[in-house]
């Protein structure tokens, strides 16, 4: 009778741990269905911005060789206080994100802009221009709407807010550093060394959206409202149109 007994609460033991764990791992599941309609709504929603970005003035102009000397020292400029600004940003979500078990997302964001400021140099030397001159540089308020936005959001925004505006927005991002990259070696003479900072965004790692999408089911999880997840990532997205825009200026 004992030993009937003893299988009877093992097997009552097992059916109760199984009850539990099954609806967690449907809810798992859930979560990641509802993060991925979210973002392919998004994606869809901006996507008259996005053609803005990859049609921007600047680029044009920079494939056909028509973007003089001083208008690139001021890309670099512009674009260098981003990247010191970024990194400022980034390394405050590792601050506040970074131990959950969805921080590698923004661990590795972080470790991508600190080896993007080093290659940064390369580019910006090639133009004659040192550390200091980009320091030296005064950017104009257009130009910067974007580091803002991520310095704003570092200090306020959920990470499912982050890393929805981070996976929509850097893909058309790096679309157009491709381009520029190309454009840089092909009509300005420049090395695939002097370029690679271009290079380095052309392309995101396989890792980068599923765990973009794990961060996002996680704070949907947690309550995170899908309308400010998708505020984030519009305001984002406009504000890189900002700095195309504000590159483009002669």
């Known amino acids: 009778m004992k030993s009937i007994s003893t299988l009877a ?5 097992t059916l109760s741990l199984a009850a539990v764990s099954m609806p967690a791992a449907a809810q798992s599941e859930r979560s990641e269905q509802r993060a991925r309609r979210l973002v392919a ?9 996005e053609d803005q970005i990859r049609n921007a003035r600047f680029l044009a102009d920079l494939e056909a060789g028509r973007v ?37 997302f923004f661990r590795g964001n972080l470790e991508g802009e600190l080896i993007a400021r080093g290659l940064f140099l390369d580019f910006a030397a090639a133009l004659g221009m040192t550390e200091a001159d980009l320091l030296a540089y005064e950017p104009r308020p257009q130009g910067q709407t974007y580091g803002h936005y991520v310095a704003t959001m570092a200090a306020y925004a959920t990470n499912a807010q982050i890393a929805a505006a981070f996976l929509v927005n850097f893909p058309v991002f790096g679309e157009n550093t491709g381009r520029m990259g190309a454009a840089l070696r092909n009509r300005y003479g420049m090395t695939a060394e002097q370029t690679a900072f271009f290079d380095f965004f052309s392309g995101l790692p396989p890792t980068f959206e599923p765990e973009a999408l794990a ?16 505020r984030s990532a519009r305001l984002l997205q406009a504000y890189e149109k900002d700095f195309w825009e504000a590159v483009g200026r002669r």
């Open 9 to 13: 609460l093992a097997t009552s033991l």
């Open 41 to 49: 709504e998004l994606r869809e929603d901006l996507r008259p911005v």
């Open 215 to 230: 961060v996002i089911a996680a704070g949907l999880d947690k309550g995170a409202e899908p309308r400010e997840i998708k």
């Open 68 to 104: 003089s000397q001083a208008q690139l020292r001021a890309f670099a400029g512009e674009q260098y206080q981003i990247l010191i600004n970024d990194v400022r940003s980034v390394a405050h979500m590792v601050s506040r994100f970074g131990t959950e078990p969805t921080g590698v």
